[in-house]
């Protein structure tokens, strides 16, 4: 949970109130709205991710070069590319993901009156598993795409400039700002700052739904506080550790790399 930092660093202030402001808005919103409409407020956020295609757009990209790169991969025996390979596949295969889509799986199965478990409903479930295959397909494909223009956008510009040493998103984005400018850092840290925004109910959500599923708790979104306190006090606990976990020392030293304060 680093984008409060970066949202200090594009308009200033103290990142601890931004902490605390970004991580009770995360939880009050995911406890207060109704399912239907904080679904509605996760699919607008990920408007930002596109911030991440306009950094593409604004630094001066080798084409050629990179599609060589992407349709012929040059592999290197050592650890560090290995690591890599790993880190690229883990975030595509993250298990909090798993969690979270049958978790709404279930939700919509709760708040649309013609939908019904399939137990009870077998016949539905030709078109279910059609429309879950179909959805699978274009997230991965988009969240690929993104991921692609990450790498494109900091391999042409930080890579290129001799800036490997970069342990977080954040780092990456101060390191952006000298290299390609203050247009390109600004749309890399709204991209940020978006996807926390949109990625922290996520992973707060999956911690709680798995948490609750094992626990056997009443569980989900649709149902209100007060039928499911032991589930949204998880919730509300998870996103409060991400939120400290962004205090901790290792964010304070990214604030200072390269010589930002």
Known sequence: MQWPTLWGMLIGGPVLIYVIVFGSLCAILQI???Y???VSVLRWLTIALFSYFGTVMSVQIPWAEAARGLFVPTFFPNAAFWTTVV???GTTISPYLFFWQAAQ???EVRVEPERKPLIRAPHQGPDAIQRIRLD??????????VALAIIVATAATLHAAGVTNVQTSTQAAEALRPVAGPFAFALFA???VGTGLLAVPVLAGSAAYAIGEAWRWPVGLSRKPAKAKAFYATLAIATMLSGLRSTSRRSIQSRRFIGVP
């Open 32 to 34: 207060m709205l109704t």
């Open 36 to 38: 239907r409409r904080y």
């Open 87 to 89: 880190a690229v596949l």
């Open 190 to 192: 709204l991209g940020i």
């Open 136 to 145: 699978t397909y274009i997230g991965m494909a988009f969240s690929n795409l």
């Open 105 to 107: 799986e279930a939700e």
